[in-house]
């Protein structure tokens, strides 16, 4: 995960011309001393002439020394310093070097921005038959199979809205999915969730992800852990993920989520759905979408959860007869319960989510296009699009949490027993 770009200027070269240069230690010493203070590793990124797109004889010659002096100068436990060439826009290459001056070429370069670039170092694979996605090819071309064939996609809770975007991510032809739900299926889950049958109650929802994904046939590959994400070895998997959908209706799992998209660069689209409805007459009906990543507020800017709130929902699941006794004594309010759901309202936001996802991936809103967050007012026929800003303090906005990728306690949390 690259936290900062430190450009060499063209004043600190000692030699440039079209096929070479040369760069004096004292540019890049100062980038070593700063990896080593901030428990960093360092990266050497450069580019070639259009017909020289991976490295050159000459980086073969010149960059042992390189690395070489950056392993004996930055200590940090576990640092894989690498080497990026950018020649070719579309077939970036990277090489990681060893400790023992040995290299191993980096798999994937990720891309997280306005779109979201994946480049495998072999390319997306070419030879599929693309006869089940005929008219979707027909619509975003023939380069969309294989990328979305490429991609591992995270979806946490198999719900309502989870069970609608994995039903739309498999048909879509997404190659592999890591579906995360603690929970069984229940009587009301039946009305909403897709490939449940009546006789399913009590089973894992995970089990019916594995099965549904059977009778569909296509080749997507499903990963299902029978334990939420607010497991530590459960959010450690979604490290593996490409993007992730948030289909969790807690603050504890929404707050998870938050902070891997934050400090791994894993893009989070979350899901919520709310039906205000008294006395069988329904009052409003808001489905969000929220896009989480470096660079955009989070859902704390955004007031969709607090640090009050994630602290209640924690303790209500850890202990539960101490969130009793609090409750009592009014220091936890109510959290939410049981809340009216509809297979048409999880479905719409289901897939409003997937069609951000797609348009981060191809462009189709237009180059303008790039909200953090999409509100549709079912009751309204009204897609509002509300803006927010990162607030001062708060985890998005603290420049040292951003892209940091793995600690000595996994982001920096307390978790659960397992």
């Known amino acids: 995960m690259v936290r900062q770009v430190i450009p060499v200027l063209d004043a600190e070269l000692l030699d440039q011309a079209r096929s070479h240069l040369t760069i004096p230690a004292r540019s890049f010493l100062p980038v070593l001393k700063r990896a080593e203070r901030e428990q960093a590793a360092f990266v050497f990124v450069h580019s070639?002439?259009?017909?020289?797109?991976?490295?050159?004889?000459?980086?073969?010659r010149e960059e042992p020394g390189l690395f070489r002096t950056a392993y004996n100068r930055i200590t940090t436990l576990g640092a894989a310093h690498a080497s990026l060439v950018l020649s070719d826009p579309v077939r970036p290459c990277g090489r990681i070097w060893e400790r023992d001056e040995t290299t191993k070429p980096i798999d994937l370069i990720r891309v997280i921005g306005r779109r979201f670039h994946f480049y495998p170092r072999e390319g997306f694979a070419r030879n599929i038959d693309i006869s089940f996605h005929d008219r979707e090819v027909r619509a975003f071309g023939r380069d969309i199979l294989p990328m979305l064939q490429g991609l591992t996609v995270g979806v946490a809770g198999a719900g309502g809205t989870g069970s609608a975007v994995i039903e739309?991510?498999?048909?879509?032809?997404?190659?592999?999915?890591?579906?995360?739900?603690?929970?069984?299926?229940?009587?009301?889950?039946?009305?909403?969730?897709?490939?449940?049958?009546?006789?399913?109650?009590?089973?894992?929802?995970?089990?019916?992800?594995?099965?549904?994904?059977?009778?569909?046939?296509?080749?997507?590959?499903?990963?299902?852990?029978?334990?939420?994400?607010?497991?530590?070895?459960?959010?450690?998997?979604?490290?593996?993920?490409?993007?992730?959908?948030?289909?969790?209706?807690?603050?504890?799992?929404?707050?998870?989520?938050?902070?891997?998209a934050i400090e791994y660069a894993i893009p989070v689209f979350d899901l919520g759905v709310k039906i205000d409805s008294k006395d069988g007459l329904i009052r409003s009906i808001t489905a969000r979408v929220t896009t989480l990543m470096p660079g955009l507020p989070c859902l704390y800017c955004r007031g969709q959860i607090t640090a009050q709130g994630v602290a209640d929902q924690a303790i209500e699941e850890?202990?539960?007869?101490?969130?009793?006794?609090?409750?009592?004594?009014?220091?936890?309010?109510?959290?939410?319960?049981?809340?009216?759901?509809?297979?048409?309202?999880?479905?719409?936001?289901?897939?409003?989510?997937?069609?951000?996802?797609?348009?981060?991936?191809?462009?189709?809103?237009?180059?303008?296009?790039?909200?953090?967050?999409?509100?549709?007012?079912?009751?309204?026929?009204?897609?509002?699009?509300?803006?927010?800003?990162?607030?001062?303090?708060?985890?998005?906005?603290?420049?040292?949490?951003?892209?940091?990728?793995?600690?000595?306690?996994?982001?920096?949390?307390?978790?659960?027993?397992e």
């Open 48 to 60: 070639h002439p259009r017909e020289v797109p991976g490295h050159s004889n000459q980086d073969d």
């Open 168 to 260: 739309q991510l498999i048909r879509l032809g997404v190659g592999r999915l890591i579906v995360a739900d603690g929970k069984a299926l229940d009587r009301s889950n039946i009305s909403r969730v897709y490939g449940s049958e009546v006789d399913d109650v009590g089973l894992p929802k995970t089990a019916l992800v594995s099965r549904l994904a059977r009778h569909i046939g296509l080749p997507t590959k499903v990963e299902a852990i029978d334990h939420p994400i607010t497991y530590a070895s459960v959010l450690k998997r979604f490290r593996e993920c490409d993007i992730v959908f948030g289909c969790t209706d807690d603050y504890w799992g929404r707050s998870a989520l938050t902070l891997l």
């Open 318 to 417: 850890l202990a539960p007869e101490e969130a009793g006794r609090r409750r009592l004594e009014g220091y936890i309010p109510e959290l939410p319960g049981e809340e009216p759901a509809v297979i048409v309202f999880t479905t719409a936001c289901a897939a409003m989510a997937v069609g951000e996802m797609l348009h981060r991936l191809t462009g189709y809103k237009g180059n303008d296009y790039s909200l953090g967050e999409l509100v549709m007012q079912v009751d309204q026929t009204v897609i509002r699009k509300p803006g927010a800003v990162r607030t001062p303090g708060c985890i998005c906005a603290k420049p040292e949490l951003v892209c940091r990728g793995d600690q000595h306690r996994f982001l920096d949390q307390t978790w659960r027993p």
